[in-house]
């Protein structure tokens, strides 16, 4: 106990430390006068048209970063694989665990992982090309798109796609490359929360089983009043354990985008 105590108060020893580091410097910057820089923020007119382009190029990438959040959920595996971790923590009967933030972290590390070939065709083809002045940057766009474009109609269903080309009211297209973006997306997306739900309709039944068989055994005791979910829960547990539950869902995830 006395060692754990010792192990504690490392955290607050370090921020001290680090205090007054920050102090010490301040106090011989003004001592010898050297300057503390500012950080700031400012707006100046553009003197030439390379300067416009640069200013737009900025706002482009903030935007980019703003929608990113959306373009990594929306338009990867990351739809399909929180929809399925989450209807098995729901399956399990487990509330809160695992937490959320774990199942968000393991979600993104598994889109990174599936996604990882694809990032590096992306950063080939167009993000290198386009840094050194190869290409323009709708062409960069377009060469960006053809991988994640082609990712998507491998997981898009043809009903689905074919709903939203009809709601725009776009012409029946001839070949892959005609289909618009703009169609292909929320195809894609509604694609994955259906194969999503499959899957976890898949991983209840297992659980469900396990449910009326601890609910009819309690109630042919007489036990009514004890709830089925205290006692079925443990078995669910042993039951995921030991058929190596996490391995064969990832697997089953990762091979699914294959």
Request: hydrophobic share 55%; charged share 15%.
């Amino acid at each position: 106990m006395m060692k754990f105590n010792k192990y504690k108060k490392i955290p607050t020893i370090i921020m001290l430390i680090v205090f007054v580091f920050v102090f010490s410097f301040l106090s011989v910057s003004a001592d010898q006068g050297l300057p503390i820089p500012k950080i700031g923020l400012s707006l100046d007119e553009a003197n030439s048209p390379r300067e416009v382009a640069n200013s737009i190029e900025i706002l482009f990438m903030l935007t980019v970063l703003a929608l990113a959040p959306s373009i990594l959920m929306m338009m990867t595996c990351f739809t399909r694989i929180i929809i399925v971790l989450s209807f098995v923590r729901k399956a399990i009967s487990t509330q809160t665990t695992p937490p959320n933030q774990v199942l968000i972290g393991l979600a993104l590390f598994l889109t990174f992982f599936i996604m990882a070939p694809i990032g590096a065709e992306i950063n080939n083809n167009a993000i290198q090309p386009y840094l050194a002045e190869e290409i323009s940057q709708e062409e960069a766009l377009n060469e960006a798109m053809e991988p994640i474009r082609e990712f998507m109609f491998k997981q898009t269903r043809e009903k689905d796609l074919a709903l939203f080309i009809n709601i725009s009211g776009s012409e029946k297209p001839n070949k892959v490359e005609d289909v618009p973006t703009k169609a292909l997306i929320p195809a894609f997306i509604i694609s994955e929360l259906k194969t999503g739900f499959q899957i976890g309709f898949v991983l209840f039944i297992p659980f469900i089983v396990i449910d009326m068989v601890v609910a009819s055994t309690l109630m042919s005791m007489g036990m009514m009043m004890l709830p089925p979910v205290m006692i079925s829960l443990p078995f669910k547990i042993l039951l995921f354990i030991m058929v190596d539950g996490w391995n064969l869902i990832i697997k089953s995830l990762i091979m699914g985008f294959k």
